[in-house]
């Protein structure tokens, strides 16, 4: 069948968010060729894996649930460099896929597999179409065309909205960091002024006492709002909500805060994250939680925007009396640079300095040192079940 390019782009085109974009292209491709079922698996190529992202005919939970190191599916390095599909006969398939992504879908005959190229970006993902559960199915040479036209416009609606989803996360990103920016020299600067001036009343000795009193309690209202707006600062420069937290009736877990955290990272263009949560241990209290969370927040922008890391690694280990985690990431951050920061700026109220005076508020610890596996930066934090 032969597909209108112009449809099809505009089709395409009209889809800003990379997910959606894939959707389509599932759906045009059985809907235009005799195809019955087809899935889609993004690329990640920092990463090495594959992981479904879209289909038509099957079962989308199934969809999520696929995927795997890229080595797995042979098929890649077979067609790569290739701009025609590959039909796989029945009698390879079991060569060229993971058996777990077979038994999955249930395939029992030849699958036709096309790779979606960007020329900015590269390999994007993995189109694989059959025709259900049947053996004896052969694709023509028509249904094989118009699986290639429908890649083709597919993979430039992917790459643009891919680079559109880059461009408004930037875009969001520096205007969190000029309204930061601007609190910070104005409203930041007020409060501290006039929590010296406060202080130097109380400094000053001639007070009656319900005087001194009053000042006191002035002094730790002040203390206590140029505290919270400084961790807004922090939040609203780095994209999160004031505190991060869930309901007062549920709270959500710290794991998934930071998975959360780690997911606007990933989505705003910064480096690929991964997470790896261990132990059993009992949810620490909200102070714990939001330094763990913080320190999440603090090593990946760090990693990025200083380090130019393009990969961050996030192990969370839950205990029953203390929570540890550690950002590896494999930026060109010094561990030795980053240790003489922390020394030497007890006083700053942002950062890593003010993450570390948090930390030891409450009786915890922090350490920065190489990352083994990535060879980068380790941050790490380790903070006790119930802030004392």
């Known amino acids: ?11 395409f085109l009209s889809a800003t968010e990379p997910t959606e974009v894939l959707d389509a292209v599932a759906r ?4 235009r060729t005799a195809f019955r079922r087809s899935v889609i698996m993004a690329v990640d190529p920092v990463r090495g894996v594959v992981h479904g ?3 038509f005919g099957v079962d989308p939970t199934k969809v999520a649930a696929c995927g795997g190191p890229v080595g797995d599916y042979r098929v890649i390095s077979k067609l790569s460099g290739s701009a025609v599909p590959l039909v796989v006969l029945a009698s390879d398939v079991a060569d060229m896929v993971p058996g777990q992504c077979l038994r999955l879908f249930e395939v029992h005959g030849p699958i036709a597999v096309q790779l979606l190229c960007s020329d900015r970006l590269g390999l994007l993902g993995v189109v694989f179409c059959d025709h259900g559960t049947t053996s004896d199915f052969r694709p023509s040479a028509a249904d094989l065309a118009t699986l290639t036209e429908l890649s083709e416009v597919a993979a430039l609606a992917f790459q643009q909205a891919l680079l559109l989803r880059r461009s408004v996360s930037l875009q969001e990103l520096r205007e969190r960091s000029r309204i930061a920016a601007a609190l910070h020299d ?3 600067q007020q409060l501290f002024a006039a929590t010296l001036e406060v202080e130097e009343l109380r400094a000053g000795g001639a007070l009656d006492e319900q005087a001194t009193v009053g000042l006191e309690r002035l002094a730790d209202r002040l203390g206590t709002a140029l505290q919270q707006l400084r961790v807004a600062l922090v939040e609203i420069a780095s994209g999160g909500v004031p505190y991060d937290r869930g309901t007062q009736e549920g709270d959500q877990a710290v794991a998934t805060r930071i998975r959360s955290v780690l997911a606007r990272v990933g989505a705003g263009g910064g480096p690929t994250p ?15 939680a939001d330094l763990l969370v913080r320190a999440v927040r603090e090593g990946a ?3 990025g925007h200083h380090g130019h890391a393009t990969q961050i690694a996030v192990h969370l280990r839950r205990g029953g009396s203390w929570w540890t985690v550690e950002i590896d ?3 060109s951050g010094d561990a030795v640079d980053v240790r003489r920061v922390l020394s030497g700026h007890k006083n700053n109220s942002f950062g890593l300095p003010s993450l570390a ?3 030891a508020r409450v009786g915890g610890r922090i350490w920065v040192s190489d990352a083994p596996r990535l060879h980068g930066l380790r941050l790490g934090v380790a903070v006790p079940l119930n802030a004392r």
Not at 1 to 11: F, K, P, Y
Not at 28 to 31: E, P
């Open 1 to 11: 069948m032969s597909v209108d390019r112009v449809e099809l782009a505009r089709l």
């Open 28 to 31: 045009a491709v059985c809907a």
């Open 53 to 55: 992202r879209a289909g």
């Open 186 to 188: 104005g409203v930041t």
């Open 274 to 288: 991964d997470l790896d949560v261990t132990g059993e241990g009992p949810e620490p209290d909200a102070v714990s």
């Open 301 to 303: 922008a760090n990693a």
């Open 329 to 331: 990431d494999d930026g």
């Open 357 to 359: 005076k948090e930390c």
